[in-house]
């Protein structure tokens, strides 16, 4: 198909797709409905200049008939999608001007404004700061459009309304984020101070369960699982030591940054929780596996983060894949019935090994970087050799 005078620009659009990092063939599969696009804008009598979202909507709703070896004559979503992408760099050129988005309603105003907040004092985040504010969005409609006018009452009737369509889990979550936001208010002067205590505490058995992990012989046949002769299979396993050897969450492996690694030192830094910064010893077999990636399998992008997809666009790892790779690492090694499939498995299994191998709990705790000893203590409940020490003797029975 001849784009006509779009052609420059899908030129520059396939350029800028193989300078991410996609292969010809899915560069390929992003031209052809550029070129489309341009084709049907001639057809049609449309000028360049007059494209916004109704041209788009038009181009994927019409009956094709234009030239080319098409045999579909409707077009799908996935095709209209990669058209889509080429109009918004034509955007990007300042080719077309689109149409701005519908401004924010005052509510979201006001979230928008409660997430600056907390990304300013309350040090969580992003993924947590976005949570919080779609979950205060969802109690604003109950709650009324005058936070001046918010009392206990209400606060705790909004809570346990929503208690009887949610698990305990979110619900638990749910005040969490509402207490923030009523204490965001009453710092601008905006409601009564005091409101966040009239939130009702949902009761839960803090630490009751024990430790979900799975024995060191398994991690190890985690670790083994990954097929070092393929890109994803070298960062995959250099992920998984991470884990295994220095308890890592998937926030720490998804913002590890190449500037976090002293190699003259042999020391890693990790931001954890509440913007703190930690420095733990980078073990030989993480730092080697560390060095193989960049040095046989990390794409080449500008990206400061150390972990990147393995195919385009070689943007930074999510927090969820970290997590995939523990969840697939666990089915390649055979592990059918494990009790979690997360990062978090690793991370208990690392503690758990710790104290097996004779450290003690404020070493677990140093190395996972836990604020209270308390937390670390729920590990105790896995160090058989040391409850034996203090398990007294079953009496039987007792006569009388």
Known sequence: ?????????????????????????????????????????????IAVAEIDDNVVRRFARHRCRCPGIRQATRLSIKYVNRARRFVGFLAECGAVTLSEQVPPCPDENEIFAFQAWLRRHRGISERTVWRHGRMVMRLLPALGPDPMQYNAALVRQVILDEGKRSSHAYLKTMTMALRGYLRYLAAHGLCHSGLDQGIPTIPQWRLSALPRYIPTADVERVIASCDVTMPMGIRDRAVLLLLARLGLRAGDIAGMRLDDIDWREGTLRVRGKGRRESRLPLPQDAGDAIIAYLRDARPIAACEQIFLRTVAPHRSLASASVSSIVSLALERAGIDDPPSRGTNLLRHSAATGLLRAGATLDMVGTVLRHRSIDTTAHYAKVDVNMLLQIAQPWPGSVSC
């Open 1 to 45: 198909m001849n784009p006509g005078a779009l052609r420059p620009f899908v030129e520059a659009f396939t350029g800028r797709l193989l300078s991410l990092g996609y292969t010809h063939l899915t560069v390929l599969g992003y031209e052809a409905p550029a070129r489309h696009f341009g084709q049907w804008l001639q057809n049609t009598k």
